[in-house]
Every structure is written in C-alpha cells, then in structure tokens.
C-alpha cells in the first residue's frame, strides 16, 4: 500500500486474509468498520484470519476485532478454540479501538 488511505464500511464487516505494511514512509491507512443504521447487530467487525501477523495502520471496529479462518468458516473464541489454532502472534502497528480493546 502507498499513500494514505482511509476506508469506510457501513453496516457490514472486514476480513483482513494478509499482512498489511506500510509501502513507503508517506503510506498510512485508517480503516473504520460501523455497524448498520437500522440494526445494530449487523456489521461493524473486524475480522482477522489466523494467518496474519502484521498490519500497519490505525483502525476503528464498532464491534469487535475478531479471529476468523473464512477456509474453515470458524471464529476463534475461548470456548471453540484448541491448543495449535492459534499458534501466531498478531501484531497491529498503529492504534485500534474496538468493543473488545483491552490495554
């Protein structure tokens, strides 16, 4: 990615499948997910694949951030998750505010 970017979704969800790096040092990205208007149970997601260790930028979930494998189609949580699925650190560069942020 090189200059600055900033993506807007309105009612639906991101799925992030790649690492996300600066292209040079003039790039930046901010990428803002809001749930949708008329039913604030849909959308708003941000959704990582387990794959992905590195994104650079700053990002704004009105819902969650959240580990999904779209090859299986499972979300990653404490009560589904077993020892080797998660077996990489995410790192995010930048800020990230988000319904489950914590630190």
Do not use: C, H
């Not at 849909?42 to 779209?70: F, M, Q, R």
Request: aromatic share 8%; glycine share 14%.
């Amino acid at each position: 990615m090189t200059g600055k970017k900033t993506i807007i979704v309105r009612g639906g969800n991101v799925l992030i499948d790649t690492d996300m790096y600066y292209g040079d040092s003039n790039s930046m990205l901010a990428l803002v997910v809001l749930r949708n208007e008329n039913d604030r149970t849909k959308g708003g997601n941000i959704y990582v694949d387990p794959k992905v260790t590195n994104i650079v930028g700053a990002g704004y979930a009105e819902g969650s951030l959240i580990s999904y494998d779209a090859s299986v189609g499972k979300i990653f949580d404490i009560g589904n998750t077993v020892e080797g699925d998660l077996t990489r650190q995410l790192l995010w560069y930048g800020s990230l505010f988000s319904a489950n942020t914590v630190g």
